[in-house]
Structures are given as C-alpha cells and as structure tokens.
Nanobody, 124 residues
Framework: QVQLVESGGGLVQAGASLTLSCAAS????????MAWFRQAPGKEREFVAG????????YYADSVKGRFTISRDNGKNTVYLQMNSLRPEDTAHYYC?????????????????WGQGTQVTVSS
C-alpha cells in the first residue's frame, strides 16, 4: 500500500505559477499510474492530469492543457504538478492519486490510493 502526501499549495494571484508535490511512501511509484484531481467548492472532483508508470505519455484535462505539466521523479518517489498561468477557476483542493488498475486514468474509481490534498487559491 502506498501513502501519498501532497504539498505546495497556497494563495497566488492570477497569472502566477505553483508546483505541487506528491511524496509517496510504502511502495515505489515507478509502476503506478499517478494522477492529480481537483475539487472546487460545490463541484465534483475532476481529473486534472495523469500518466502511467514507465510510459512517457501523459494526459490532461482540456481546461489545463498547455498550462499544467505532470512529471515524476522515481528516485525521489515523488510526482509533481507544475501549474503556470493560473486562473481563478483553478481554485480547488488538489489531490494526488495512485493505482495499479488498468482502467481509464481519467476516472476517480480507477484509483485505489489518495492523499489528503492541498489547497490552491487563485485571486483575480
């Protein structure tokens, strides 16, 4: 079982950048599918970005494509979400998720392990 701890959230102005980190422990993440989801107040949790272990292909929600980048450092057992050109609509609680399952990586139910999340607030 892998444990996930997110960090790096904060309050920033529109146009700023932030990098979120997801530190994993308990197992190496190199073979895990890893993803970031987010949930804004009053909204459903939604997929942001993800990628399968040992495969370089990554996937993004249309709303963040070109602005956000997911990456992983298997040596540090950490996944990152670089967020550029932040917008007020990016304000949400951001969660890191991991799974060995082979389902659609854009779907919450595919994931078996979740962190507690980190808050990102973007002011206009």
């Amino acid at each position: 079982q892998v444990q996930l701890v997110e960090s790096g959230g904060g309050l920033v102005q529109a146009g700023a950048s932030l990098t979120l980190s997801c530190a994993a422990s308990g197992r190496t993440i190199s073979d895990y599918t890893m993803a970031w989801f987010r949930q804004a107040p009053g909204k459903e949790r939604e997929f942001v970005a993800g990628g399968r272990g040992r495969v370089s292909t990554t996937y993004y929600a249309d709303s963040v494509k070109g602005r956000f980048t997911i990456s992983r450092d298997n040596g540090k057992n950490t996944v990152y979400l670089q967020m550029n050109s932040l917008r007020p609509e990016d304000t949400a609680h951001y969660y890191c998720a991991a799974t060995f399952r082979l389902g659609d990586l854009r779907v919450q139910a595919t994931y078996t392990n979740w962190g507690q999340g980190t808050q990102v607030t973007v002011s206009s």
